[in-house]
């Protein structure tokens, strides 16, 4: 019996002291993507950072106005070839500075988290942000419906501030967990150390409780024990194989120590295809016990050695969407 996979990606910026262009960061390597998934058959979902649209949505300059057509021109064509859009939220936006030519500035991360907002403007961006995606969606499918939720740095906790948001959306499931992590810094905070060992599970007021009868779904993203092999074989491919060069022009690297984290995996990563090694991401999977694995990629952090891995799995697995665990 073939394995299940879900595909997701984080459709944003870098945040680090370069942004990024959208051009390089997300429009060439989705499109790379979305070739090698059509010859894979594959099926993927992104999580698209509404917030980017709305603010760029907001300045009239050249570069601006390119970019949110393009942004909006990709997203119709992924729901066109079968792909899912689902809800992503990065805050920090709120305090981002746009420099003027394409990229832009986000020295301020005082609001990197949700959790620096009321639970009343939580609620306001999710109904906005399905707004806005709908409206760019619905020109291709009139009866499109977001039904999933990532949040950004993975701050989901506490879900209490979440859970109008939710349900004033219909959104049910949530993708924000993954087993064996936490991270504490004075912008962000989680800690998934203790939530169900399962691939599936519902919940009602907190994502790491779970709850048989919660009106919730999460689903977590897999992680895996990061055995000695598996550092050898990323080092080793990094340091001699070109395939792991960075295709995007932004980069997760900050001066300042804004957002240096006391972040723990204890020794676990998460199910990638971007940022290890070919024989990492084939090996993590055919090696883990669970029929269903999620894995978490960006479009920003896509390497050529993406689509040998992806073209490789794609044998023996059945990749799957959020939508089709509803």
């Known amino acids: 019996m ?3 996979i879900i595909l997701s990606y984080d459709y944003e910026l870098f945040f680090g002291d370069r942004s990024g262009t959208v051009i390089k960061t997300l429009i060439e390597p989705t499109n790379l993507l979305l070739a090698q998934f059509e010859e894979s058959n594959l099926k993927a979902t992104f ?21 949110l057509r393009l942004i909006e021109d990709q997203i119709r064509d ?24 394409g990229t832009w500035n986000y020295s301020d991360f005082s609001h990197y988290s949700l959790n620096s907002f009321t639970e009343d403007e939580i609620t306001e961006m999710f ?17 499109y419906q977001i039904v999933a939720f990532r949040a950004g740095g993975w701050a989901i906790q506490p ?11 219909n959104i049910r499931i949530d ?23 399962k691939s599936v599970y519902r919940f009602e007021n907190a994502v790491e409780i779970e709850d048989v009868e919660g009106s919730f779904m999460e689903v977590p993203i897999s992680s895996y024990y990061r055995f000695i092999f598996y550092k050898l074989s990323d080092r080793i491919y990094r340091r001699f194989s070109s395939q792991m060069a960075i295709y995007a022009d932004g980069t997760h690297f900050r001066k300042s120590d804004q957002l240096k984290t006391k972040l723990h995996f204890f020794n676990r990563s998460m199910f ?3 940022c290890v090694s070919t024989i990492t991401a084939v090996m993590s999977t055919l090696l883990s016990k669970k029929r269903l694995l999620v894995y978490i990629d960006h479009p920003k952090d896509f390497t050529m050695g993406t689509l040998i891995s992806l073209k490789i799995i794609s044998k023996f697995v059945q990749s799957i969407t959020y939508k089709d665990l509803l």
């Open 175 to 197: 993708s924000s967990t993954s087993y064996g992590i936490k991270n504490a810094n004075k912008d962000s905070y989680y800690d998934f150390t203790n939530i169900p060992r």
């Open 2 to 4: 073939r394995k299940l």
């Open 78 to 101: 992924i729901v066109q070839r079968g792909h899912r859009i689902e809800l992503h939220i990065h805050p920090h936006w709120v305090d981002a500075k746009y420099n003027g030519d």
């Open 127 to 143: 109904i906005e942000g399905c707004n806005i995606l709908h409206s760019i969606i619905r020109n291709v499918d009139s009866n």
């Open 272 to 274: 990638n295809t971007t």
């Open 159 to 169: 879900f209490s501030l979440l859970k109008k948001a939710f349900l004033c959306t």
């Open 47 to 67: 999580f698209v950072d509404y917030l980017m649209i709305k603010y760029l949505g907001r300045n009239t300059d050249e570069h601006s106005v390119l970019d």
